[in-house]
């Protein structure tokens, strides 16, 4: 059974930074793409940044310059770097995983993130 377990969301003031981490674990197949997406109150999820098991990342445009996607395939982990963060950044952050092979798609639980000084 997989599972992504996400860490390092909180509460911080406007101009700061957070680092989320998710890793995940079970028996799966090689992993493809890693993304890390967000949803505030009454709102859809949304993609912030997603990076190919090659290295290439996009973002949205909201955080262009201000947050950075990265991966460790040893360790099956992936980041989100968010720094200037702003109150618009509040929201519940999802990491999801889109396997190699078979495109199976799987979702973390979710950390909150909260932007208010």
């Known amino acids: 059974q997989v599972q992504l377990v996400e860490s390092g969301g909180g509460l911080v003031q406007p101009g700061g930074s957070l680092r989320l981490s998710c890793t995940a674990s079970g028996s799966m197949s090689r992993i493809g793409v890693m993304g890390w997406y967000h949803q505030a109150p009454g709102k859809q999820r949304d993609m912030v940044a997603t990076?190919?098991?090659?290295?290439?990342?996009d973002y949205t445009d909201s955080v262009k310059g201000r947050f950075t996607i990265s991966r460790d395939n040893a360790k099956r982990t992936v980041y989100l770097q968010m720094n200037s963060l702003k109150p618009e950044d509040t929201a519940v952050y999802y990491c999801?995983?889109?396997?190699?092979?078979?495109?199976?798609?799987?979702w973390g639980l979710g950390t909150q993130v909260t932007v208010s000084s």
């Open positions: 999801k995983i889109v396997t190699y092979y078979l495109s199976r798609q799987y």
């Open positions: 990076i190919t098991n090659d290295g290439s990342t």
